[in-house]
């Protein structure tokens, strides 16, 4: 069974302050997903990685994707009230038809 | 385009009563899933359909059936629902070659009494 654990579980930052989300396996993903989930709504999916030491960025939101394949980070810089939700990541594994979602990191912006 | 739709949206049960889930995308998407988000424990599969006329197991599938009636919708069935069954349903769909890339409906939140 894969598993991803995502850390930290909660985070309670000050507006524009900057931010790391790491989400980490001992199993190699063929790429790996990045969703954002506000309450009472689905998840909605911001990025995909899928190349060892890929960066990609979206706007303020820097992704990483670990050179080994097992790892992946978010860093939020300069954080705003609207990047309150839940992060979750989501790994693809070699040959498999379905995701393996992290625990989730509960993250809060204070005005 | 709806995306994906996902009805009830609330819905409150006593155990032994059964129920169904319904989802349909409107996307022309292959694969679709059900997941059940619980505190603490992320998004788990419960059921999957890689494509139309197939279903296979998740994580968590003890207590559920499902049904991919057609390419376009996704039920999931509580035979006889039990309290540990009290959670939030997602369904998902996603298109083959695009890594997966999953669209997820609003949710039906299940309470089991």
């Known amino acids: 069974t894969q598993l991803l654990e995502q850390s930290p579980q909660f985070l309670s930052i000050q507006e524009g302050e900057n931010l790391t989300v790491y989400c980490n396996s001992s199993?190699?993903?063929?790429?790996l997903q990045w969703y954002r989930q506000e309450p009472g709504e689905g998840p909605v999916l911001l990025v995909t990685?899928?190349?060892?030491?890929e960066v990609k960025k979206l706007k303020r939101l820097t992704f990483q994707f670990g050179d080994a394949r097992k790892d992946s980070s978010l860093h939020i810089t300069a954080a705003q009230p609207g990047d309150t939700g839940l992060y979750l990541c989501a790994g693809w594994g070699f040959g498999n038809e379905k995701l393996t979602f992290g625990t989730g990191t509960r993250l809060t912006i204070i005005p | 385009n709806a995306g994906v739709t996902q009805t009830p949206k609330f819905q409150v049960l006593k155990t032994g009563q059964s129920m169904t889930l319904q989802c349909a995308q409107d996307?022309?998407?292959?694969?679709m899933y059900w997941y059940r988000q619980d505190p603490g424990m992320g998004l788990r599969l419960i059921y999957y359909s890689a494509s139309e006329g197939t279903t296979d197991k998740g994580e968590v599938p003890n207590g559920y059936n499902v049904s991919r009636l057609n390419k376009r919708e996704f039920s999931l069935r509580l035979e006889s629902a039990a309290p540990s069954q009290t959670s939030v349903y997602f369904c998902?769909?996603?298109?083959?070659?695009?890594?997966?890339?999953?669209?997820f409906g609003p949710g039906t939140r299940l309470t089991v009494l």
């Open positions: 990685v899928v190349t060892g030491g």
């Open positions: 199993s190699v993903f063929s790429s």
């Open positions: 996307m022309n998407h292959n694969s």
């Open positions: 998902a769909s996603s298109l083959l070659g695009s890594y997966n890339e999953q669209f």
